[in-house]
């Protein structure tokens, strides 16, 4: 096995099994995606040139994709990664709220959505109460 900088572990190498390793190593390349896709990014933000601006995004893309696959194997090889997922992923519960409780099923959720628009009798804050025509 290759020697590794201890700058990259917290724990002794030879003290970690081979599961901890991977997904240490999974993490650290899901940190290199996501720093690839924002370099893309800020690329792409500023770049003038049409056909480049389109190389540029796909490649942004692209590791966004590299990015989820990283995530869809942690959430399968770490439980507790798999059920704070469950939770907060691919839901309009909103973020940074207690997330102790199930998640809110669809209906659940737009049955909130209802009281809400009920609550503000049809005045929230929607384009239309902008234009002065109610929500």
């Known amino acids: 096995m290759r020697s590794v ?9 030879e003290e970690l099994d081979d599961a901890t390793r991977d997904a240490h190593r999974a993490i650290t390349s ?9 370099w893309y990014h800020q690329r792409l933000a500023r770049c003038t ?16 994709e590299h990015a989820a696959m990283l995530i869809e194997w942690l959430r399968r090889k770490r439980p507790e ?5 469950a ?3 691919f839901t309009d519960r909103p ?27 049809g005045r929230g804050l ?3 109460s902008l234009r002065g025509g109610g929500a």
């Open 49 to 64: 040139d049409a056909d480049l601006c389109k190389i540029l995004e796909h490649n942004r893309n692209e590791e966004f």
């Open 87 to 89: 939770k907060i992923a």
């Open 81 to 85: 990664f798999h059920e704070r997922l």
């Open 126 to 128: 929607g384009v239309g």
């Open 30 to 38: 899901l940190k290199e995606e996501l720093e690839a896709a924002d």
């Open 5 to 13: 900088a201890m700058s990259e572990y917290h724990e002794p190498t």
């Open 95 to 121: 973020l940074g709220v207690e997330l102790d409780g199930p998640a809110p099923t669809p209906s659940e959720r737009e049955s909130k959505r209802h009281e809400a628009r009920e609550a503000s009798n």
